[in-house]
């Protein structure tokens, strides 16, 4: 059974820093897309960030420049390193992962989230 166990939210002031990072466990087939969205309190759910397999990433245009997402495939672990943080990135933060099974399908999973909180 797949599980995705997010990590590294918290309260922080504006202009500090946070890394998320998502572990994923119980993979059956390769991960492919690893992904970051956040939902803010009455809004809708957004991309935050996406990397593919390869190495390619696509960034919000809002976030870019102050958030980065790296992969490491070995610990099958997607990172989202959030910089100069602002009061509007305040949300809960869900990993997705796109997996491709053996039976060439692909599935799609999330976490439970994790809370970030800027103050200002």
């Known amino acids: 059974q797949v599980q995705l166990v997010e990590s590294g939210g918290g309260l922080v002031q504006a202009g500090e820093s946070l890394r998320l990072s998502c572990v994923a466990s119980?993979?059956?087939?390769?991960?492919?897309?690893m992904g970051w969205y956040r939902q803010a309190p009455g809004k809708q759910r957004e991309l935050v960030a996406m990397?593919?397999?390869?190495?390619?990433?696509n960034v919000a245009d809002s976030l870019r420049g102050r958030f980065f997402i790296t992969r490491d495939d070995a610990k099958n672990t997607v990172y989202l390193q959030m910089n100069n943080l602002k009061p509007e990135d305040t949300a809960v933060y869900f990993c997705?992962?796109?997996?491709?099974?053996?039976?060439?399908?692909?599935?799609?999973?999330w976490g439970q989230g994790t809370l970030v909180t800027v103050s200002s």
């Open positions: 990397i593919a397999r390869a190495g390619g990433t």
């Open positions: 119980g993979i059956s087939g390769s991960i492919r897309n």
């Open positions: 997705n992962v796109y997996v491709k099974t053996s039976r060439d399908e692909m599935s799609n999973y």
